[in-house]
């Protein structure tokens, strides 16, 4: 129990942290900021690609989350140009 209950921890910060990234990423597109935005995007694919691989996040949805980044950081600068 004491494993799985540090287990449960780790994974609840991990996925806190992925959240925290994915709303920093929004927050700059919003701003305008697309340069910035565009950094923090890659940082949160990154960051949820290695939540994927230590068995945090489902497959389906680190994909789904990083598309849809993607959407709005693609919007946000064809709205900026």
């Known amino acids: 129990m004491r494993q799985n209950k540090k287990r449960e921890a ?3 910060a991990a996925k806190s942290t992925m959240k925290s990234f994915i709303k920093k990423s929004v927050a700059l597109m919003a701003a ?6 565009t950094n923090m995007v890659r940082e949160t ?5 290695r939540l ?3 068995g945090i996040v489902h497959k389906n949805k680190m994909r789904r989350l990083q598309s849809k980044i993607m959407k709005k ?3 946000a600068q064809k709205a900026s140009a």
């Open 52 to 54: 994927w691989k230590r």
């Open 45 to 49: 694919q990154s960051l949820i690609g």
């Open 10 to 12: 780790r994974n609840r």
């Open 73 to 75: 950081l693609s919007a």
């Open 32 to 37: 305008g900021e697309t340069d910035a935005a």
